[in-house]
C-alpha cells in the first residue's frame, strides 16, 4: 500500500492524543432498533484496541442508513455505542451531536484509553456533500487522524475524504490497510493460477469488473443469471431468466476477447418460479424450457468450477451463482463457498467481495475459513474495477 498507515506512528504520538477514526459503522439494526449484526463493529476492533491500548483517546465518525440530511432518531447511532462497548473491554461513551461545540467538549474531556462514537454524520447535509466547513468542524474533533472505513472509501463525503486536508497526519487504519493489501496487492500480483469467479443477478453491474480482470486472470468463471446474457449472446434458449437485452452485443464483444479463459455454465437448475423450490430440476445448458428460469448452477458445473478452484492458488469470489435467499437455488453458491474454504487450507488466496456474496459466506458459517472477505460491497467492486478510492486518496502518501 502507498498511503501511510497507523503503524508509522510513534506511540509517543499516541498517548494522550485524541485520534479520530471514521469507522464502517453502517450496521443493521432490528425491529428495536438493536445492532443485529455486529460484523462491521468486530471488524474495526483491531484498529480502535490498537489506538486505545497506547493510551489514544479514540473519537469515532460513522454514518448509519440513509437519513434524509437531518436528525432522525431511527437512524441514532446511540445503540451502536452500545453495541461496541459489549465488543470491547475499553470504556465506550456516546455523544448525541458530530460537529459542535458540545462534541469537542466531548472528545476533550476523555480520558486516555477510552472510546467515544459520535452520532450519525449524516445528520449533516454537509457530509454528502463533502462541504469544507463541515470537515473543518470533523477535524477539531482530534488531533490526528484515522480512516478505516473501506465501505465508505468510495464516497468523497466530508469524514471519509474532505477531513484529511484539516487533520493531519491522515493516515489508514488496520482494517482499510488489510483491504488494500488483498483486493490491490494480491489481485495486482498473483500466486499463479489466478482465477475469478463471477456471479449475480446483472451483466452490467460487473462489466467493468470483467474488463479490469480479464488481463490480469488465468480464467473467469461465470455463474448467476449474468450467464444467461451470455448465453442469450450465444443464441442459446434461455426461457424466462433474467436477461439483459441490451447487454447482449456487450456480451459476444467479451465472449469474443476471452476465448478460451471465460467459462460458462455447463448446467442449470431450473423451475417456473423463484417460488417453486419443488419444481426445480438440472438441464444442460442450451436446454432451458422456454416457460422456465435458471435460478442456480447445475451440479455437472459446482464440481468443475470446484475443481477449477482446487487447482488455483489465488481466488477472487465476486457474486452469488444463484438466488442462494431461496433455497434450493443455494446449493451453487454454497458449494463455491465450500470449495473456496477447502482451498484455503491446501494454501490458495481466497478472495471474497460484494455485500450479497459476504453475506452468503457468512450465511455458510465459513467467513473464517477464507483469506479475506471484504467489508465493503460497493467499495470493493470499484476498487477491483481499477477506479481509485477518495477515501484513500485523502490519506497521506508513504
Ligand atoms: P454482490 O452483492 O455479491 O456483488 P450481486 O448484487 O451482483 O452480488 O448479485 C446478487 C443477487 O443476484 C442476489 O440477490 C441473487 O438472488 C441474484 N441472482 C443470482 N443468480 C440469479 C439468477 N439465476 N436469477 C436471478 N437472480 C439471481
Ligand atoms: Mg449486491
Same mark, same amino acid.
Given at each position: 500500500?502507498?498511503?501511510?498507515?497507523?503503524?508509522?506512528?510513534?506511540?509517543?504520538r499516541?498517548?494522550?492524543a485524541?485520534?479520530?477514526?471514521?469507522?464502517?459503522?453502517?450496521?443493521?439494526?432490528?425491529e428495536?432498533?438493536?445492532?443485529?449484526?455486529?460484523?462491521?463493529?468486530?471488524?474495526?476492533?483491531?484498529?480502535?484496541e490498537?489506538l486505545a491500548?497506547?493510551?489514544?483517546?479514540?473519537?469515532?465518525?460513522?454514518?448509519?442508513g440513509?437519513?434524509?440530511?437531518?436528525?432522525?432518531?431511527?437512524?441514532?447511532?446511540?445503540?451502536?455505542?452500545?453495541?461496541?462497548?459489549?465488543? %470491547?473491554k475499553?470504556?465506550?461513551?456516546?455523544?448525541?451531536?458530530?460537529a459542535?461545540?458540545?462534541?469537542?467538549?466531548?472528545?476533550?474531556?476523555?480520558g486516555?484509553g477510552?472510546m467515544l462514537?459520535?452520532?450519525?454524520?449524516?445528520?449533516?447535509?454537509?457530509?454528502?456533500?463533502n462541504?469544507?466547513?463541515?470537515?473543518?468542524?470533523?477535524a477539531?474533533l482530534g488531533?490526528?487522524?484515522?480512516?478505516?472505513a473501506?465501505?465508505?472509501?468510495?464516497r468523497?463525503h466530508a469524514s471519509?475524504?474532505?477531513?484529511?486536508?484539516f487533520?493531519k497526519?491522515?493516515?489508514?487504519?488496520?482494517?482499510?490497510e488489510?483491504?488494500?493489501?488483498?483486493l490491490?496487492?494480491?489481485i495486482a500480483?498473483?500466486?499463479?493460477?489466478? #482465477?475469478?469467479?463471477?456471479?449475480?443477478?446483472?451483466?452490467?453491474?460487473? #462489466?467493468d469488473? #470483467?474488463?479490469?480482470?480479464l488481463?490480469?486472470?488465468?480464467g #473467469?468463471l461465470?455463474?448467476?443469471?449474468?450467464?444467461c446474457?451470455?448465453?442469450?449472446?450465444?443464441d442459446?434458449?434461455?426461457?424466462?431468466?433474467?436477461?439483459?437485452?441490451?447487454?447482449?452485443?456487450l456480451a459476444?464483444?467479451?465472449?469474443?476477447?476471452?476465448g478460451?479463459?471465460?467459462?460458462?455454465?455447463?448446467?442449470?437448475?431450473v423451475?417456473?418460479?423463484?417460488?417453486?423450490?419443488?419444481?426445480?430440476h438440472?438441464?444442460?445448458?442450451?436446454?432451458?424450457?422456454?416457460?422456465?428460469?435458471?435460478?442456480d448452477i447445475g451440479?455437472?458445473?459446482?464440481?468443475?468450477?470446484?475443481?477449477?478452484?482446487?487447482?488455483?492458488? %489465488?481466488i477472487?469470489?465476486?457474486?452469488?451463482?444463484?438466488?442462494f435467499?431461496?433455497?434450493?437455488?443455494d446449493?451453487?453458491?454454497?458449494?463455491?463457498a465450500?470449495?473456496?474454504a477447502?482451498a %484455503?487450507?491446501?494454501?490458495?488466496? %481466497?478472495i471474497?467481495?460484494?455485500g450479497?456474496?459476504a453475506a452468503?459466506v457468512?450465511e455458510?458459517?465459513?467467513?473464517?475459513?477464507?483469506?479475506?472477505?471484504?467489508?465493503?460491497?460497493?467499495?470493493s467492486l470499484e476498487?477491483l474495477e481499477g477506479?481509485?478510492?477518495?477515501?484513500?486518496?485523502?490519506l497521506d502518501?508513504?
Amino acid at each position: 500500500m502507498n498511503k501511510q498507515s497507523i503503524r508509522g506512528i510513534p506511540d509517543a504520538r499516541l498517548r494522550g492524543a485524541r485520534v479520530l477514526v471514521r469507522v464502517d459503522f453502517n450496521v443493521p439494526l432490528d425491529e428495536s432498533g438493536n445492532v443485529s449484526d455486529d460484523t462491521r463493529i468486530v471488524a474495526a476492533l483491531p484498529t480502535l484496541e490498537y489506538l486505545a491500548q497506547r493510551g489514544a483517546r479514540v473519537v469515532l465518525l460513522s454514518h448509519l442508513g440513509r437519513p434524509a440530511g437531518g436528525p432522525d432518531p431511527r437512524f441514532s447511532l446511540a445503540a451502536v455505542a452500545r453495541a461496541l462497548g459489549q465488543c %470491547t473491554k475499553y470504556p465506550v461513551h456516546f455523544q448525541s451531536s458530530s460537529a459542535d461545540e458540545a462534541a469537542v467538549a466531548a472528545t476533550k474531556s476523555l480520558g486516555d484509553g477510552e472510546m467515544l462514537l459520535l452520532e450519525n454524520t449524516r445528520f449533516h447535509p454537509g457530509e454528502e456533500q463533502n462541504d469544507d466547513a463541515l470537515s473543518r468542524s470533523f477535524a477539531a474533533l482530534g488531533d490526528l487522524y484515522v480512516n478505516d472505513a473501506f465501505g465508505s472509501a468510495h464516497r468523497a463525503h466530508a469524514s471519509t475524504a474532505g477531513v484529511a486536508a484539516f487533520l493531519k497526519p491522515a493516515v489508514a487504519g488496520f482494517l482499510m490497510e488489510k483491504e488494500l493489501d488483498y483486493l490491490g496487492k494480491t489481485i495486482a500480483d498473483p500466486k499463479r493460477p489466478f #482465477i475469478a469467479i463471477l456471479g449475480g443477478a446483472k451483466v452490467s453491474g460487473k #462489466i467493468d469488473v #470483467i474488463e479490469a480482470l480479464l488481463p490480469k486472470v488465468d480464467g #473467469i468463471l461465470v455463474g448467476g443469471a449474468m450467464a444467461c446474457t451470455f448465453f442469450k449472446a450465444m443464441d442459446l434458449e434461455t426461457g424466462t431468466s433474467l436477461v439483459e437485452p441490451d447487454r447482449v452485443g456487450l456480451a459476444a464483444s467479451l465472449l469474443d476477447r476471452a476465448g478460451f479463459r471465460l467459462t460458462l455454465p455447463h448446467d442449470a437448475v431450473v423451475s417456473t418460479a423463484i417460488t417453486n423450490g419443488a419444481g426445480a430440476h438440472v438441464v444442460k445448458r442450451g436446454a432451458i424450457p422456454p416457460n422456465e428460469a435458471m435460478f442456480d448452477i447445475g451440479p455437472d458445473t459446482m464440481q468443475s468450477y470446484g475443481r477449477a478452484i482446487q487447482s488455483a492458488k %489465488t481466488i477472487l469470489w465476486n457474486g452469488p451463482m444463484g438466488v442462494f435467499e431461496h433455497p434450493p437455488f443455494d446449493a451453487g453458491t454454497r458449494a463455491i463457498a465450500t470449495a473456496m474454504a477447502a482451498a %484455503t487450507k491446501g494454501g490458495a488466496t %481466497t478472495i471474497v467481495g460484494g455485500g450479497d456474496s459476504a453475506a452468503a459466506v457468512a450465511e455458510a458459517g465459513l467467513e473464517g475459513e477464507m483469506s479475506h472477505v471484504s467489508t465493503g460491497g460497493g467499495a470493493s467492486l470499484e476498487f477491483l474495477e481499477g477506479k481509485s478510492l477518495p477515501g484513500v486518496d485523502a490519506l497521506d502518501d508513504k
